[in-house]
């Protein structure tokens, strides 16, 4: 990184997050995996936990996120990210713990762990990437896959009748009584942005008060595998998967509700 | 301290020599023959001011001892099995990455549900196909509750020092049965401070620790591969370890392990009051497998009688020992069923007359 001074005069007001390595990243362009990182790395620096933080990658596009991420990492097997966290947490309670996955990882393989997880209300934060599709394997129907959107494996659209609804992940983990704050946030364009940040924040604000499990949902593209443009894609999102994936808290529990009370 | 003997069950047993070992951890979920592994731990481990989890599926707890073991804790789960089974990818990404982890399986009667009666009929399974890739796990297979006892605590020194996954497998006759048996002494837990360099304990003041098993480059793939065989190989020079019965002079050898190993003791005595002169190898570690001792048996004796609960898995590793030196025999029963002296001596007696008839082969 070339660094400059800055003049005496001046002020910082951007800065390369400390929690992001330099290394490129290998996402397709228009991918929102990207901001995605760069939005937890800020909040992982604003709340300066980087060096005790520990991450999980899933098996999905963000496979290699223990590339980007610049805080200690390792790479679950598919689905079981929340297993993981949940040992590691369990024996280094004083660390702060997240898991970031697709919604193929989480909503359909690791399902079983990530409600056990939340239901135990384990001291760990989940990012949760929806994109509606499989995007590693090149585009197969996701449990998140909207009805009659066409995917590799629902070449006439997802049938509903015989593969089943679109999974609402964010509704499903907030009924359970462990789940201290879950909420469901887009970052389809700059206000979607600075509020799935500001939802970050609280996620791993109620990880280090030791609330219970949080989980921030995160309405996502894949340009590749919609055969869409960047620009494109974020519109159809925004039609299509905002009205039947509701933006907001699903779960904001009494402790929470005071943490953000009191900010 | 002076350490008596106590009545001990083998499943208790088995937890509480972990305990003794400096476990940290311990993730798991119910089956039969080895609940009381899990139901040991679930009061003893909060006793002791450390984790205990029942997980909700096996799945889960081998993926929970991952993450403990990512952390630089010693960490274990037990199983039988069905649920060893559901372990298996979970095993391969554990010995991919390096970090140590202990693995116990009682075995039941097997395929499917099978039954709950012991068996060994997942010998394969723990030294060939713990799950997919090429590696393997230390396998270390008890005989009696004290064994179990020490091969828990050399199965985390093996797992730490290896960096590797270490299999404790017996059946449910030692899960099961109680004996005199002593424990080692309490061993203190290592303080999170101490973790060892490569843990996950947060990148304060070095770089980031990653650990993955992916490795998208076929040559960077090789290398890793390469490593972990040589490691292997390492292990396989240092660590077999078997025991041996009045081999010395016998004319005939049994190849048998864990409970039937046993048994083959019985075997050995009555064998020899009827004057048949026979001995007994019993590996502890069935990978590395004993099979330079045996090989070496193989050109001495007249002929070899593998005997296990099982249709025949160890007897492939005998006769890839032996090479054809001698005649090797196979006796085995399944589903749960115990084979006794009295089925094993005749079993002696046809291997003892198809050598002398020349007819006997290799059944
Ligand atoms: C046990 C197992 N089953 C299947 C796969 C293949 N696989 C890899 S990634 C993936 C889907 C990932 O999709 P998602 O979680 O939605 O993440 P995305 O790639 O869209 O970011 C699948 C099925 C695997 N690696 N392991």
């Given at each position: 990184m070339t660094t400059i001074e800055i003049p005496a005069d001046m002020e910082l007001v951007y800065e390369y997050p400390?929690?992001?390595?330099?290394a490129y990243m290998h996402?397709?362009?228009?991918?929102t995996h990207g901001v995605i990182h760069r939005l937890v790395a800020e909040v992982l620096d604003e709340l300066d936990v980087r060096e005790k933080t520990i991450g999980i990658a899933p098996v999905?596009?963000?496979?290699?996120?223990y590339y980007y991420f610049d805080v200690d990492m390792a790479e679950a097997a598919h689905g079981r990210a929340p297993a993981m966290a949940t040992g590691l947490k369990r024996v280094s309670p004083d660390k702060v713990v997240f898991t970031y996955q697709g919604d193929g990882d989480?909503?359909?393989?690791?399902i079983a762990e990530i409600i056990y997880a939340a239901n135990r209300g384990e001291m760990f934060t989940t990012i949760f990437v929806n994109?509606?599709?499989?995007?590693?394997?090149?585009?197969q129907m996701a449990?998140?896959?909207?009805?009659?959107q066409k995917t590799t494996s629902s070449?006439?659209?997802?049938?509903v009748e015989t593969a089943g609804w679109p999974m609402k992940v964010a509704e499903l983990l907030a009924?359970?009584?462990?789940?201290?704050y879950i909420t469901r946030q887009a970052v389809l364009d700059v206000p979607g942005i600075r509020r799935t940040k500001k939802a970050l924040k609280l996620a791993f604000q109620a990880q280090l008060e030791g609330l219970g499990f949080s989980m921030v949902e995160i309405l996502s593209t894949c340009s590749t595998n919609w055969h869409m443009g960047p620009a494109e894609a974020l519109e159809w999102a925004k039609e299509h998967m905002v009205p039947y994936y509701p933006?907001?808290?699903?779960k904001v529990s009494d402790g929470v509700r005071a943490l953000m009370e009191s900010k | 301290m002076i350490m008596t003997k106590e009545l001990w069950e083998g499943n208790a047993a088995i937890a509480e020599a972990a305990i003794c070992a400096g476990v940290e951890a311990f993730f798991g979920y119910p089956i039969t023959p080895q609940t009381e592994v899990l139901e040991h731990f679930s009061k003893r481990l909060p006793e002791e001011g450390r984790v205990f989890l029942q997980a909700e599926s096996e799945v889960a707890s081998i993926n929970m001892v991952y993450g403990a073991a990512c952390a630089g804790a010693r960490v274990m789960t037990s199983s039988s099995s069905p649920g060893v089974s559901l372990m298996q990818e979970g095993i391969s990404y554990i010995a991919c990455s390096e970090v140590p982890a202990v693995v116990t399986n009682i075995m039941r009667g097997g395929?499917?549900?099978?039954?709950?009666q012991p068996a060994q009929g997942d010998y394969f399974q723990a030294?060939?196909?713990?799950?997919?890739?090429d590696y393997h796990m230390i396998a270390l297979a008890a005989s009696s509750v004290q064994e179990a006892i020490d091969l828990m605590v050399l199965a985390f020194d093996l797992a730490d020092k290896y960096r590797t996954v270490v299999i404790f497998i017996a059946d449910g006759a030692i899960g099961q049965m109680m004996e005199p048996a002593e424990m080692p002494p309490l061993r203190p837990v290592r303080p999170?401070?101490?973790?060892?360099?490569?843990?996950?304990?947060?990148a304060k003041g070095r770089e980031h620790n990653i650990i993955t098993s992916?490795?998208?480059?076929a040559e960077n793939l090789e290398q890793v591969n390469l490593r972990l065989q040589a490691k292997l190989k390492k292990i396989a020079a240092n660590e077999v370890r078997w025991q041996e019965y009045s081999?010395?002079?016998?004319?005939f050898l049994l190849v048998a392990f864990g409970t039937v190993g046993r048994i083959c003791q019985t075997v050995v005595r009555e064998a020899r009051a009827q004057g048949m002169k026979v001995g007994l190898v019993r590996p502890i570690t069935l990978w590395p497998f004993p099979s330079a001792r045996i090989a070496e048996l193989a050109g001495r004796v007249k002929g070899i009688l593998t005997v296990e609960?099982?249709?025949?898995?160890m007897v492939e590793d005998v006769r890839l020992a032996v090479e054809g030196a001698c005649p090797v025999r196979f006796y085995g029963r399944m589903g749960g069923v115990i084979p006794l002296p009295d089925d094993i001596l005749p079993e002696l007696d046809k291997l003892d007359a198809g050598v002398a008839s020349g007819r006997e082969v290799q059944s």
């Open positions: 400390k929690s992001l390595t330099e996402y397709c362009p228009g991918c999905g596009c963000s496979v290699l996120a989480l909503a359909s393989i690791g994109n509606a599709i499989y995007g590693m394997t090149g585009g449990p998140t896959t909207l009805p009659g070449p006439t659209g997802r049938d009924v359970l009584p462990g789940s201290a933006l907001g808290d699903t | 395929p499917g549900l099978g039954n709950v030294v060939k196909s713990a799950g997919h890739g999170p401070e101490e973790r060892v360099a490569w843990a996950l304990t947060g992916l490795y998208l480059g081999t010395e002079d016998a004319d609960m099982n249709a025949g898995q």
